[in-house]
Nanobody, 114 residues
Framework: QVQLVESGGGLVQPGGSLRLSCAAS?????MGWYRQAPGKQRELVAG???????RYADSVKGRFTISRDNAKNTVYLQMNSLKPEDTAVYYC???????????WGQGTQVTVSS
């Protein structure tokens, strides 16, 4: 069974930065970062395929950067200029372009607050 382990969340002030990591137990062609805020549906915020093509939700364009290390089966999310509305539990999973979703991990909490 594929396992996804997210890490790197925490409490940060508005305007601050965090870097999230997601370690997968296998190589996955298309990976994405999702987030779920209290009372809201989970949403895809960024995706990357093996060759490096990326996409972003409009709400994070220019502030978040997704990257991957294929040798380590790890995907990263660099988050800059964080806003209170970025507060959510962040998860990684397959990007819909790959057509596959895996069991969800526990996620990592990101809280943006002064």
């Amino acid at each position: 069974q594929v396992q996804l382990v997210e890490s790197g969340g925490g409490l940060v002030q508005p305007g601050g930065s965090l870097r999230l990591s997601c370690a997968a137990s296998v190589s996955i062609y298309a990976m994405g970062w999702y987030r779920q805020a209290p009372g809201k549906q989970r949403e895809l915020v960024a995706g990357i395929i093996s060759g490096g093509s990326t996409r972003y939700a409009d709400s994070v364009k220019g502030r978040f950067t997704i990257s991957r290390d294929n040798a380590k089966n790890t995907v990263y999310l660099q988050m800059n200029s964080l806003k209170p509305e970025d507060t959510a539990v962040y998860y990684c999973n397959g990007d819909p372009r790959g057509g596959v979703l895996f069991p969800w991990g526990q996620g990592t909490q990101v809280t943006v607050s002064s």
